[in-house]
T-cell receptor, first 115, second 109 residues
Framework: NAGVMQNPRHLVRRRGQEARLRCSPVKGHSHVYWYRQLPEEGLKFMVYLQKENIIDESGMPKERFSAEFPKEGPSILRIQQVVRGDSAAYFC?????????????FGPGTRLTVT | LAKTTQPISMDSYEGQEVNITCSHNNIATNDYITWYQQFPSQGPRFIIQGYKTKVTNEVASLFIPADRKSSTLSLPRVSLSDTAVYYCLVGDNDYKLSFGAGTTVTVRA
């Protein structure tokens, strides 16, 4: 079984550019979560999605950030007009619909560097 | 969310038992205690969860005293590959996992 896949693993963007981070959940998992980890800090929840629905985006900045999980294809976390403070590791996690949501399966992360 | 406090780092040697204690004085009645492990350049991995007394699986044991204000993750006979950051999470099984700084465990030969 393939785990959660994230790509790219490393992404470098200049200030003002857009960053697109992709996440393919474990096969059969319909719940996707995005987290951000700043240097020397723990992971912070950003958004929770199910297929075609945003369930909870309370942890996501209201401007420049958006997320989607379409019916077909991976989940996308999009950051517009990136700034240096967006530099971080972004982790995607998934869980199946019939299991407790505290046990999430994490991907390897995408490390975003804004220059 | 209940605040958790755990040591910043711990050193150990191969074959020893490692015990990491997490304090959570404000734990609520509905809260569970969950531990995750994170290797460098990887995402966290669920290890174990408990509510009270003792829970054991193939990876670790979790000891929770009656007052539930603390908990101890026990890793038996660690190896070099157990070097990682260990996170203690306390919550009511909400999907919004909240990770603190964790405990960096370094296992030496």
């Amino acid at each position: 079984n393939a785990g959660v896949m994230q790509n790219p693993r490393h992404l470098v963007r200049r200030r003002g550019q857009e960053a697109r981070l992709r996440c393919s959940p474990v096969k059969g998992h319909s719940h996707v979560y995005w987290y951000r980890q700043l240097p020397e800090e723990g992971l912070k929840f950003m958004v929770y999605l199910q297929k075609e629905n945003i369930i909870d985006e309370s942890g996501m900045p209201k401007e420049r950030f958006s997320a989607e999980f379409p019916k077909e294809g991976p989940s996308i976390l999009r950051i517009q007009q990136v700034v240096r403070g967006d530099s971080a590791a972004y982790f995607c996690a998934s869980s199946p619909p019939d299991r407790e949501s505290y046990e999430q399966y994490f991907g390897p992360g995408t490390r975003l560097t804004v220059t | 969310l209940a605040k958790t406090t755990q040591p910043i780092s711990m050193d150990s040697y191969e074959g020893q038992e490692v015990n990491i204690t997490c304090s959570h004085n404000n734990i609520a009645t509905n809260d569970y205690i969950t531990w995750y492990q994170q290797f460098p350049s990887q995402g966290p991995r669920f290890i174990i969860q408990g509510y009270k007394t003792k829970v054991t699986n193939e990876v670790a044991s979790l000891f929770i005293p009656a007052d539930r204000k603390s908990s101890t993750l026990s890793l038996p006979r660690v190896s070099l590959s157990d070097t990682a950051v260990y996170y203690c999470l306390v919550g009511d099984n909400d999907y919004k996992l909240s990770f603190g700084a964790g405990t960096t465990v370094t296992v030496r030969a």
